[in-house]
């Protein structure tokens, strides 16, 4: 793997320069986020929390008697300490959470992931380390795992739980409790690497992840067995590499897009800032790599544009052409979850953020493009298709008639018809990820649930959803709301009992 030339080959995490200061405008933007919620309670959805919870869920309707199971999801939660406030959405310490479906009932835990960076902070009373996007670093550090939030997605994997981050190790998790066990070392040899919050887990249970330094120019590439023992690990060079935060695997490929930044080398910026949008420049790039040998197949051009979030990729053709769904967002979307940490709302331009079906045709380097949904958001498929042809996705998108951007509509979308089955949550609602959860035995990609959690800001409450997947339309079957709110999680997944 090299370890230790890929990490001392970026300008990511580890090579972050100090300051020793901090950034003197955190408490302003502190001061400004506070004014603006004062004035408009659905900001508490980017509001701080402190401790952990546990509660009873009131049920309204009828969870399915088949539904058992728990769903584990995560995000940040902490994002003031000592009068100060991230810059960024995705610099709060990690929140994990536990919603667990038994009988019909519901109930809910959450818990901070401690950390070295969260129990160090906590002792000082103050925030010590850079960020993503917050130039605070008051204290030096020893590598990635220094900085890591563990606060991106929760994974069940292996009779295991582990919260995840873009730029570190994962973090082993108590499945039962939620209390942090510890860094995960894969391999030995792998310590402190970058390591994905978006790994793809074939029906097989073979785990496929990859880890990026932006600026780095270097993807490391991992597949794991369904044992966790790592079966194949590589690096791969790939010029300008900016963020990546999500792929693909279809049955032969892993496919990545590389968004137009350039990444300044002024390291008194923070990394999101040294995010240059270069659209002026070039456009995006799709690389794809062959599964088998960790090598790059073949690299497409496409329009400036950049992607948090895949659906899903398959084969066909014999494996010289690749389906992908993913959303493509028209702009540099990392300056806009700064602006919402300081109470300001981004306009809402459904245009601009589509998800689209790509066809990459590897033979002749042909791209096209088939539109899905506008507005789009957070797809997720069924489990037992990842990497194989799939036909519905679930998302997330926002109304047209929404003037800010908030998600606040689910969706099941027919890709082979472009029909989307949608359903609006009433006003003062913002909506997380849903997850397409199949029944025992299921016979089709609608056979189960859309369950997904919603944030009421009208009660400040949060409320776990379960649609039927074959009739979103027809609104939840059931609502379980908590008492109390929770921090609005980014990613997660259905673990059945």
């Known amino acids: 793997m090299q370890r230790r030339h890929f990490l001392k080959a970026g300008l990511g995490f580890a090579a972050l320069g100090l300051s020793g200061l901090a950034r003197a405008d955190a408490y302003t933007t502190y ?12 900001l508490t959805v980017y509001a701080n929390l402190e401790g952990n919870q546990q509660g009873h869920a009131h049920v309204e309707g009828r969870i399915p008697g088949e539904l058992q199971g728990t769903f584990f999801r995560n995000g940040p939660g902490r994002f003031e300490l000592g009068g ?40 000082a009373g103050q925030f010590l380390y850079p960020a993503f996007g917050t130039d605070i670093a008051r204290r030096g550090f020893r ?55 978006h790994p793809k887990v074939e029906p097989d249970g073979t785990l496929w992840n ?106 066909e053709a014999g ?3 690749t389906q992908v769904d993913l959303v493509l967002h028209d702009g540099d979307l990392l300056k806009a979850a700064s602006r919402v940490m300081e109470g300001e709302r981004e306009p809402n331009r459904p245009a601009l953020h ?10 002749s380097g042909k791209v096209s493009t088939t539109r899905l949904l506008d507005g789009a958001e957070f797809p997720r498929v069924m489990p037992q298709v990842v990497g194989r042809r799939h036909g519905r996705l679930a998302m997330l998108s ?18 082979e018809r472009g029909r989307a089955d949608s359903w609006r949550f009433a006003p003062g609602w913002r909506a997380e990820e849903h997850v397409l959860v199949p029944r025992k035995g299921a016979r089709s ?21 379960v649609f039927d997947a074959a009739r979103v339309a027809a609104g939840p079957v059931a609502l379980a709301r908590l008492p109390y709110r929770t921090p609005h999680c980014f990613h997660g997944n259905f673990l059945a009992a």
């Open 31 to 42: 001061q400004r986020f506070h004014a603006a919620l004062a004035r408009d309670p659905e």
């Open 84 to 123: 100060e406030r991230y810059h960024h959405w995705f610099d709060g310490d990690g929140y994990a959470q536990a919603w667990c479906i038994d009988g019909g009932t519901v109930t809910h835990q959450g818990r901070f992931v401690e950390t070295r960076k969260f129990l160090d902070e906590s002792a």
């Open 143 to 197: 590598d990635n795992d220094s900085l890591n939030t563990a606060n991106t997605n929760l994974l069940p994997f292996n009779d295991r739980l582990y919260a995840l981050w873009e730029g570190g190790s994962a973090t082993e998790l108590d499945p039962a409790t939620l209390a942090t066990i510890g860094i995960h070392t894969w391999r030995d040899d792998l310590a402190a690497m970058p390591f994905s919050a």
């Open 210 to 315: 990859f880890g990026a330094l932006p600026g780095g120019d270097k993807l490391a590439l991992y597949r794991i067995g369904a044992d966790g023992k790592v079966r194949q690990a590589g690096v791969i060079d790939v010029p300008k590499l900016a963020l990546q935060h999500d792929f693909a695997v279809s049955a032969r490929h892993l496919v990545f897009l590389v968004p137009p930044y350039d990444i300044s080398d002024d390291k008194n910026l923070s990394l999101a800032d040294r995010h240059v949008w270069a659209a002026e420049k070039r456009g995006a790039r799709i690389v794809v790599v062959a599964k088998d040998t960790l090598t790059i197949r073949r690299v497409y051009d496409l329009p400036p544009r950049m992607a948090f979030h895949f659906g899903n990729a398959w084969d």
């Open 319 to 321: 494996g010289n052409v």
């Open 354 to 363: 589509a998800a689209v079906r790509i066809s990459l045709d590897h033979a």
């Open 398 to 415: 926002s109304d047209a008639r929404n003037t800010s951007l908030m998600l606040d509509t689910v969706n099941v979308v027919d890709v």
């Open 445 to 465: 990609e609608t056979d189960g649930w859309l369950v997904g959690v919603a944030q009421d800001t009208n009660t400040a409450t949060s409320v776990l959803s």
